[in-house]
């Protein structure tokens, strides 16, 4: 409980300065409000957008795309990293696979996953899950390996399983480094989904920020930014908290 109000103080504070230097630029003398609007202006924008129903179904979007192509991302890359460390004869084949498809900038990629999967959520879905995959991959392996020698030696002694050591040494190891490679993945998530919502859809926030620009609407543009803001900032802090209950024998 202590920590839950210690981050909620600290989120506050550094909210309440981000708006104080933001009402300082906006204000008399300061930018106008075509080019970047006063924090009034995007609040106006945010309770109309959030009050009137405006906004949700374009959050929903968003959020659904992002959380399952996260899911699904995070899922595959910490099985291909297990798998990397349970059977290292296929980590020449597989790694540099998996390091050419990441050198790939996801921006070029996405419009052919849109031609070949559509403007719905299944493209946003199978970016997101592109741009994951890595970080839970790399954490995996990193982790898996970090297991002390000593324990896999006294489990080898007993003739214990790999699935054995997988389940009550290996995982227990490795769970900081998942959760770490986790939080990067869920920024990444909401990235992509917004990328891919930018070449084409019909719905989300990212949407929303195009058409918005295009008709030069900036504070309602703003105020989907403020969301998704929001969004990535509760999202880490939940899993942060939720790496101190379970990672719970690390300071």
């Not at 990293?81 to 790939?104: D, K, N, T, W, Y």
């Not at 996953?113 to 991959?137: Q, R, W």
């Not at 992509?192 to 620009?213: H, M, N, Q, T």
């Amino acid at each position: 409980m202590k920590e839950i109000v210690a981050t909620s103080l600290a989120t506050l504070i550094s909210t309440a300065l981000l708006l104080i230097v933001w009402i300082v630029v906006t204000g008399p003398g300061g930018l106008p409000g075509t080019i970047f609007p006063s924090p009034i202006d995007v609040l106006r924008a945010l309770y109309s957008g959030l009050v009137e129903g405006l906004l949700w179904p374009h959050i929903r979007f968003t959020v659904q795309s992002a959380m399952v192509g996260l899911l699904i991302g995070a899922s595959l890359g910490v099985a291909a990293g297990a798998l990397v460390v349970l059977v290292p004869v296929i980590e020449p084949f597989v790694l540099p696979i998996v390091v050419g498809l990441q050198s790939v900038p996801k921006i070029a990629v996405t419009p052919i996953i849109i031609a070949c999967l559509g403007f719905g959520m299944a493209s946003k879905v199978f970016t997101v899950a592109l741009l994951c995959f890595f970080p839970l991959f790399v954490s995996a392996v990193a982790g898996l390996r970090a297991t002390d020698q000593s324990l896999l030696d006294l489990y080898r002694v007993v003739s214990a399983s790999k699935m054995h050591v997988l389940l009550n040494a290996r995982i227990p190891a490795a769970a900081p480094y998942l959760f770490s490679g986790f939080q990067i993945a869920f920024v990444l998530s909401l990235l992509g989904c917004v990328v891919a919502e930018f070449i084409a859809s019909s719905r989300g926030l990212g949407f929303i920020i195009k058409a918005r620009s295009n008709d030069l609407d900036i504070s309602t543009m703003f105020a989907a930014i403020v969301v998704l803001s929001a969004i990535g900032v509760v999202g880490t802090t939940i899993v942060r908290l939720l790496q101190r209950r379970v990672v719970f024998w690390l300071p």
